[in-house]
């Protein structure tokens, strides 16, 4: 119970952390509040939030998806390159989406079948799908996507700052929260991620379950990438490089733990926003590139070594506390 | 009060079976390493075939300058992942260096050495970071080293603030390092084999270079039997850093020109060099040969797709399905000699029983 | 304990379903033949121009350009700033440090809420900045291109450093002349989508077409991505693939100057002509040590002076961007908008062994 409150705590610190970086910000710099920046801001977010969404799942699994960046590259090539032939926009998603399955379901093939670390596995296929959105696509680039979507891609509902994008994030963040905290198999991936061995004999399918959600994160990342592709009206093969990075310094600033085991959704999606929203800020207060990148990284070490701290400290509290309770104890 | 006067398996004591696991691992590595060695050769060899001029004198000069540098990083990688960590800010270190050494280099007139280890000191303060906040943190590798990539990524940008360092600038000594050489043979190829032989000699012949091996292997056991896992772990990112800042410095004498984004995105080509290397990313596992000629590989592909006319698109795709491989490959080969090993120390244990019974029941009872 | 399975099957089951049935139920297939693709938003306003206008203060410029951290475009926007100050402006350079063209995207929308007077850009992707570009010219915010143009619908004035045909083929008669007309050449280009770039290579092409170059031959293009490490790799991948490689072409100053460096560093030197465009500081060795005879360039703050003044006379209400419109760019003169609503700095420089050490840039 004890793990459970200082979660909550993690979270509930990245949360007032949002709270503060958003009225901060709102009574700093006059546009950010506007609709129209917060619904940029948001929109920008998109693919980072819809992939953080399976890679909570995984690292809370104790896997790891690197290639997620190189499947949205992948299927923004194939987009392009599709629609480049004149194939209907209508057939052109489905296809790139089956896509992102059959990446993610090589990617869960090798982690469960030859039983191969996730970090390594999908660095070789993180090389491996980057390499073939090149080969589709060269360094080249499409552009002149029908005009209904991309619009349906960077507009906002109408009266709000929400982009339909982050509409339907919204929409599956519920979805994944709910299986995540109020299902068995939620139970079950926490457990894989904490003693898989003792789950794999406690009768859960851990193969199965691995499998399944590597499939998920292609498919995810395969969406993300015709999100990509419309909202910025260009396929190219070089589309999201480096995104993956983001993504896990979303996931582990969100409070889940690298190890697995640990983690709350709700976290992972106040941390999104706020890594969103701190950079947008800073662009609106003309902050270097180069100064964001640093910020990120502090953020990212900051993120993890607090917890670790925190346990450090409460070892060696715990460790004199035994120690004055031995030696009270020995007197009488 | 029982005395044993004899312990239960003394590894090597009763020589023959366990001495022949041993062995037999050796063997396994061994072949590991020759393999890629063999790819390497069919590679050159088809490829001299379809185009003569591959071979040619520039030819492999310009694959192992190519390669020099590639090999030095993925040198100082082979010792992190070894301990089972990861190292993945050497491409931003590598930029961040070349680029400040190539100021340094242009703002007086220091001698070559000076610059060296201005270079090699960048390096080393960046592993320092690194190598506390993994080894006495505790922070998982993964994460330690993408923060510091991102941070020593903005901190070059700033450093650099659009300008670049143009060959002009620098002294005659520094470019002298990176495009002249002693005997015909230039200087960085030079340098790369003997940092290479130094650290494959230490990590190998040194106990305090195999506990980095036991470490990766084990952690538990390796804390149990009383290796300093912290300071070894440090100083892997030590040396990292160093050769890291190292690298720098000679990608700042070989190519002259230096943009604040030197070496960008290099951090997967040097763990991929290191996978396909036979250095296993689990720990344990590996040696710096391996991971030399891993990298010599991975830039022989790239010049043999320019030089048979293939796009170059193919080369990332043609990387990743080598890592995989070599995944796989070695996963196998690690369940293959674990089994033979269990089989041979199940083997020497009835052997042992068998042929000595009496003597080793010296233990009194009191 | 088993646990249930089906919730995670369903979930993916329904959504693939879904996104199937959403995919197929869409009304017929619109492809790129339709006339719905390209743009919706046309440009606010047509007012018409008052040459007499007197130049706006205060006005707010930003430089957006390729990437921040080329140098080129450093020189390029820092003379912009400087221009700026003289008719009393602020101008600033904002950018990514990667050339791609999605983080252009990320900065011209926040500098349309930062609410900037003009926007100047030297764009990465031609297409993929238009969305948010006509955006900004929807608030009218005034767009100028530089050194590399965008879609002609997403911008207002595009400020070319000289003329594209001019560069293309001067590039080639230059050349032409040092291999005697005969040979194979090729050309090292920066990224395969850079406007420019593909702009001067087809006049370059056209140029050869030409039967006095008949003996000659364009054996390949070769991207070096503006990245110094690729490009010299580049040139030695072409060197070796080509043995009769004769002569090399590289229209961008990262390009040229890797280029240089290995050619001068092995047994090419002297065999093989280069030429191109690149900065006399970069190349003053390699002249001086033979690699290279002549290459070409202008003054790259110049091109930043102008597009500053351009901005200025659009925001102003001097010029809308017409073709024959003529505003004044303080110590450059007078200045005519061309066709397409293109404005020519002036013609290249030709440097070689005889004037390179009279510039310094």
Redesign the interface.
């Known amino acids: 119970m004890s793990r459970l409150g200082g979660l909550l705590r993690w979270e509930t610190a990245v949360t007032a952390l949002l709270i503060v970086v958003f009225a901060g910000g709102a009574g700093f710099s006059p546009d950010f509040a506007s609709n129209d920046n917060l619904s940029f801001a948001l929109d920008d977010l998109s693919e980072i939030a819809l992939i953080a969404l399976p890679m909570t799942l995984l690292v809370v699994c104790g896997q790891v998806d690197l290639s997620v960046a190189s499947i949205l590259g992948l299927c923004s090539a194939l987009t392009g390159r599709m629609w480049d032939a004149g194939m209907a926009i209508e057939t052109i998603i489905p296809v790139v989406l089956a896509v992102g399955v059959v990446c993610g379901l090589v990617n869960g093939l090798l982690v469960t079948r030859l039983g191969l670390p996730s970090l390594a596995v999908t660095i070789g296929t993180m090389t491996l799908y980057r390499g073939l959105a090149y080969v589709t696509l060269g360094t080249g680039a499409i552009s002149d996507f029908p005009f209904s979507y991309t619009d349906l891609a960077t507009s906002s509902i109408p009266g709000t700052p929400i982009p339909y994008p982050v509409a339907l994030f919204a929409v599956l963040a519920i979805a994944t929260g709910v299986v995540l905290h109020a299902t068995g198999i939620g139970r079950s991936l926490f457990a894989i991620g904490a003693q898989e061995d003792a789950a794999y004999f406690a009768g859960i399918r851990v193969k199965r379950i691995k499998l399944i959600l590597f499939v998920v994160s292609g498919l995810v990342a395969g969406f993300a990438g015709i999100v990509y592709t419309l909202r910025y009206g260009s396929a190219r093969a070089d589309n999201g490089l480096g995104l993956e990075l983001t993504v896990i310094a979303a996931v582990l600033l969100g409070g889940v733990d690298f190890d697995g085991g640990k983690g709350t959704l709700g976290g992972v999606i106040a941390a999104v926003l706020l890594i969103g929203l701190l950079r947008n800020l800073l662009m609106l207060n003309d902050v270097s590139t180069e100064v964001q990148s640093i910020v990120t990284g502090l953020l990212l070490i900051i993120s993890v070594l607090t917890p670790r701290l925190i346990a450090v400290a409460r070892e060696t509290r715990g460790r004199r506390a035994g120690a004055r309770s031995a030696a009270s104890a020995a007197v009488p | 009060m029982t005395v044993l006067t004899e312990s239960p398996a003394r590894p090597g004591g009763a020589g023959g079976p366990s001495g022949g696991g041993r062995r037999l691992v050796e063997l396994v590595l061994r072949a590991r390493e020759m393999s890629i060695l063999g790819g390497l050769v069919v590679l050159v060899a088809g490829t001299t075939i379809a ?1 003569p ?2 071979l040619s ?3 492999v000069e ?1 694959i192992f300058l ?1 390669a020099s540098i590639l090999v030095l990083l993925a040198v100082g990688q082979t010792m992190v992942v070894v301990t089972r960590n990861i190292d993945l800010s050497v491409g931003s270190v590598v930029g961040l260096v070349a680029f400040s050494a190539g100021k340094f280099a242009a703002a007086g007139d220091h001698g070559v050495m000076v610059v060296l280890l201005f270079g090699v000191a960048i390096g080393l303060a960046c592993g320092l970071v690194n190598g506390l ?1 993994v080894s006495f ?4 590798a ?3 080293t ?10 070059g ?2 450093i ?1 603030h ?3 360092i ?3 600038e620098l002294p005659a000594s520094v470019l002298s390092l990176g ?1 002249d050489g002693i005997l015909g043979v230039p200087y960085l190829p030079i340098i790369t084999v003997a940092v290479m032989l130094a650290v494959g000699y230490y990590l190998r012949s040194y106990s305090s270079g195999r506990e980095f091996y036991a470490i990766g292997s084990s952690p538990e056991a390796a804390r149990l039997a009383g290796v300093p896992i912290r300071r070894r772990v440090l100083t892997a990112y030590l040396v990292s850093g160093a050769l890291a800042g190292l690298a720098g410095v000679l990608w700042l004498a070989r ?8 070496a960008h995105g290099w951090e ?1 080509t040097v ?2 060099a290191v ?1 396909v290397g036979g250095v296993a ?2 720990g344990g596992v590996g040696t710096v040969y391996g991971a030399a000629l891993g990298a010599l590989l991975l830039t022989t592909i ?2 043999v797709l ?4 293939v ?11 080598l ?2 491989l070599a ?2 490959v070695d ?1 196998l080969l690690a369940l293959r000699v674990t089994r033979a090993l269990r089989q041979r120390s199940l083997e020497s244990a009835v052997h042992r029983d068998v042929a000595e019974p009496a003597p080793r029941r010296k233990e009194g009872r009191t | 304990m088993t646990i249930r399975l089906r919730a995670p099957r369903r979930l993916a089951a329904v959504a693939t379903a879904s996104v199937l049935a959403l995919g197929l139920a869409a009304c017929g297939g619109t492809t790129k033949n339709d006339s719905d693709s390209g743009d919706a938003k046309a440009a606010g306003g047509n007012a018409t121009a008052n040459p007499n206008a007197p130049l706006k203060k205060g006005l707010k410029l930003a430089f957006l350009p390729k990437q921040v951290n080329n140098p080129y475009e450093t020189i390029v926007d820092n003379a912009g700033i400087e221009a700026a100050k003289e008719f009393e402006a602020q101008a600033k350079e904002v950018g990514p440090s990667d050339a791609s063209a999605s983080s252009q995207v990320s900065y011209i929308n926040t500098l349309i809420q930062q609410r900037h007077d003009a926007i100047l850009i030297a764009a990465n992707d031609a297409n993929a900045v238009c969305g948010p570009l006509k955006q900004a010219m929807s608030k009218n915010i005034k767009i100028v291109a530089y050194d590399s143009d965008t879609n002609p619908d997403c911008r207002d004035v595009f400020i070319n450093q000289a003329s594209s045909e001019e560069i293309g083929r001067s590039e080639v008669k230059v050349l032409a002349e040092q291999l005697g007309h005969k040979g194979e050449i090729a050309i090292l280009s920066a990224t395969a989508n850079a406007t420019n770039q593909n702009t001067w290579i087809k006049f370059m092409k056209d140029e050869l077409a030409k039967p006095e170059y008949s003996k000659m031959k364009l054996v390949k293009v070769a991207y070096g991505d503006d990245d110094d490490q690729k490009s010299f790799q580049q040139t030695q991948g072409l060197l070796q693939a080509y043995p009769n490689l004769k002569g090399i072409i590289s229209p961008t100053t990262v390009g040229i100057a890797a280029a240089a460096r290995y050619i001068s560093g092995s047994k090419y030197k002297g065999k093989v002509a280069l030429t191109g465009l690149g900065t006399p500081d970069q190349m003053r060795k390699f002249v001086k040590d033979g690699t290279v005879k002549e290459f070409e360039l202008w003054d790259p703050k110049n091109l930043g002076y102008l597009a500053a003044y351009a901005a200025a006379a659009l925001s102003s209400g001097q010029i809308t961007g017409a073709q024959g419109e003529k505003f004044t760019a303080g110590k450059l003169g007078e200045r005519t908008i061309g066709a397409g609503g293109e404005v020519i700095l002036g013609p290249p420089t030709v440097f070689d062994a005889k004037n390179i050490d009279q510039y310094h840039f």
């Open positions: 185009n001029r591959f004198g520039q030819g310009d190519n906040l943190c505790r922070v998982p993964l994460v330690v993408l923060g510091t990539l991102y941070v020593i990524q903005g901190l940008y700033r650099a659009g300008q670049q143009g060959a002009a495009n190519f002259g020109t230096v943009v604040a984004d030197a997967l763990v991929s996978v990313i689990t790239g010049s320019v030089v048979l006319k796009n170059s698109f193919w080369q990332d795709a043609i990387t990743g399905v890592l995989l995944i796989s996963r």
